[in-house]
């Protein structure tokens, strides 16, 4: 299966007292799936996997895939701080029906390029579903230079890279030194355009959770059918919020506010995160009222 479309990227609704909303969990997909979104991604940085015990983590995937039912691809972020956790995580996806795993370098410890190499190789070894790179410096703190790209892509089972460096002249040099052997997914909320005009036949998308009919419509527009001009005009308006996700630091809190608002599943934030303020709130609602959009 070639993995390209908008996937969103999903969050992870907690309880008051903390634990793992799987019911909302199960709403949220089965909505999503209903608006047309291409696939699903649980666990990634939007779904705090970084926050969830291993228990936690195994639940998610588990409802993820039963709710999906096959109806769209389903890939899992895998990422551990150790390449042996790393492939633990992508088994268990695997097993459950995942389409593929998506994967961060260590992000704790900073490897050197050639551990980073050897990190996504013997993931890839250990599997049978495409895995995913994701490229994320500014969470991260560990940049996958292009030519390590290029050497990962000769690599069998590695297919795509999400990339998230927010520098729109990576794109290219990873389609030149790949020669275009890895499918390039847009990881940058305000890069979606540019992004697919470069040749991205992806978006990981943050944006999706709450929006997701306008996100796969910009897709649609600039990947499929080439109308530029009306998928600049959708652009425009989904700007505001696309680069409130990106730059504002709170994505978390703002898809949950909003989710919630729409009467599916926001719940809570793993702690230490608090509820957005009021002022917060008012700026959310007005670009959502800009939009159209209770």
């Avoid at 940085?45 to 409802?63: C, I, P, Q, Y």
């Avoid at 890069?191 to 991205?200: D, K, P, Q």
């Amino acid at each position: 299966m070639s993995l390209r479309g908008v996937y969103v990227v999903t969050v992870t609704p907690f309880t008051r007292d903390g634990n793992v909303d799987l019911a909302g969990i199960e709403k949220n997909a089965d909505w999503l799936i209903r608006q047309g979104v291409h696939g699903l991604i649980p666990l990634g940085s939007t779904g705090e996997f970084a926050s969830l015990e291993d228990e936690d983590k195994k639940a998610v995937v588990d409802r993820v895939m039963k709710t999906a039912g096959g109806r769209v691809p389903v890939v899992v972020g895998a990422t551990a701080e150790t390449t042996d956790k790393a492939i633990r995580n992508a088994k268990y996806a695997e097993a459950a029906g995942a389409a593929g795993v998506l994967v961060l370098p260590p992000y704790y410890y900073t490897p050197d390029q050639e551990e980073i190499y050897d990190h996504y190789r013997r993931i890839a070894e250990a599997v049978k579903v495409p895995v995913m790179i994701y490229n994320n410096p500014g969470s991260s703190k560990v940049d996958i230079q292009a030519d390590t790209v290029a050497r990962l892509a000769r690599v069998p089972g590695i297919e795509c890279i999400k990339e998230s460096t927010g520098d729109i002249r990576r794109i290219t040099e990873i389609r030149l030194l790949t020669e275009d052997k890895l499918t390039v997914f847009c990881g940058w909320e305000d890069m979606a355009y540019e992004s697919f005009l470069m040749g991205a036949r992806g978006w990981v998308c943050v944006l999706g959770n709450i929006l997701p009919k306008e996100c796969v419509e910009l897709y649609d527009l600039v990947a499929v059918k080439k109308d530029l001009p009306a998928a600049w005009t959708l652009y425009r308006k989904l700007l505001p919020l696309l680069r409130h996700l990106e730059y504002a630091g709170k994505p978390h809190k703002t898809l949950k506010y909003v989710l919630d608002k729409m009467g599916l599943a926001g719940g809570f934030s793993s702690s230490p995160k608090r509820a957005l303020d009021t002022e917060d709130k008012a700026v959310i609602d007005k670009m959502l009222a800009d939009l159209g959009k209770v």
